[in-house]
């Protein structure tokens, strides 16, 4: 099987990293004029629209039951719920403590992998999740308002949870269906679960001002479509649990971005705070040393067996 160049895969993820930082601080920006269950609903509206113009000149592989199950799953969890509680966090936190709390998600994904595909529990993922767990402590102390910061945390580990699952869900697909196909799928069933905000969305886009009007454009287009795309090549050509260690890239960008374009900073304790947190998904995604095998008992094999043989790449 022929491996897949390396330089494109490095380009989807920068693009979907990028993408992402900006949407936290696009989604703060925006947060006054459109509430978190019509901007979601704006977004993928969005988002689904401009997959399916993409989607055009392709063609299109028909799901299994088995697959058309996951991508509800990941559907209604990533572009749904997780769009929702995104939105209704940043009404709480600024945009840098959202990211940092949100990008828990590779150590769920990690116990999703231990839970649902059998991978187990080692020690340095248990430890990693008390760490984090300390981290997400220290980030709900972190206000001077407990109860609303509280109500924030909640809402962001509600969103890395379905972002963990949608994940899980997703790369299975991945592995017959073309990546575009997926995204778009997922982003539509994900716009039909938020369609009860329909006449919600209609009178906040009538009333609210062009810029954020225009901001919740920029949310479907760029981090929706473009980045979901690029994550899913990416994540159809790299392992789930090497490639959400990328996001720890996302909220030190948001918090630069917040502070240029938003004039905000997290709280010194959030900061501390976060960063425990991604300590503790480093950690828990970190692996031990390998020890060498003793010298020239490497290739010697057993008295009486056979020498196995030779796997392709």
């Known amino acids: 099987m022929p491996r897949t160049p390396a330089a494109p895969v490095l380009a989807a993820v920068v693009v979907t990293v990028l993408a992402w930082a900006s949407a936290f601080v696009g989604i703060r920006a925006v947060g006054d004029d459109l509430s978190p269950g019509a901007l979601a609903l704006g977004r993928l ?36 719920v997780y769009n929702v509680a995104l939105n209704a966090a940043e009404q709480h936190l600024d945009a840098g403590t959202t990211a940092m709390l949100v990008n828990t998600g590779p150590i769920l994904i990690a116990v999703l992998a231990g839970v649902w595909l059998g991978e187990g529990f080692p020690r340095r993922l248990v430890a990693g999740l008390v760490v984090a767990f300390a981290g997400v402590l220290l980030i709900g102390l972190a206000g001077r308002d407990g109860g609303a910061d509280l109500a924030g945390v909640v809402l962001c ?25 997926v995204t778009f799928a997922a982003c539509a069933i994900g716009a039909v679960c938020c369609l009860p905000w329909a006449g919600v969305l209609a009178g906040e886009a009538a009333a609210a001002p062009a810029s954020s009007v225009l901001g919740m454009v920029y949310l479907g287009v760029v981090p929706t479509a473009l980045a979901f795309s690029t994550w899913a090549y990416a994540l159809a050509r790299t392992p789930a649990g090497r490639l959400g260690v990328t996001t720890y890239l996302v909220p030190p960008l948001v918090v630069l971005l917040s502070w240029l374009l938003l004039d905000e900073v997290p709280p010194a304790l959030a900061v501390a705070g976060g960063a425990v947190c991604l300590a503790g998904v480093a950690l828990a995604r970190s692996r031990g040393r390998v020890r060498p095998p003793a010298p020239g008992t490497a290739l010697r094999p057993r008295p009486g067996s056979r020498p196995e043989p030779a796997k392709g790449g």
């Open 157 to 181: 580990l509600v969103a890395a949870v379905t972002y963990a699952v949608g994940v899980v869900a997703q790369k299975p697909v991945l592995r017959r269906l073309p990546p575009l196909q």
């Open 45 to 80: 509206l969005v988002g689904t629209a401009v997959l399916a113009l993409l989607s055009l000149r392709r063609g299109w592989v028909a799901p299994t039951r088995r697959e058309w199950g996951l991508l509800v799953v990941c559907g209604v969890g990533w572009f749904g």
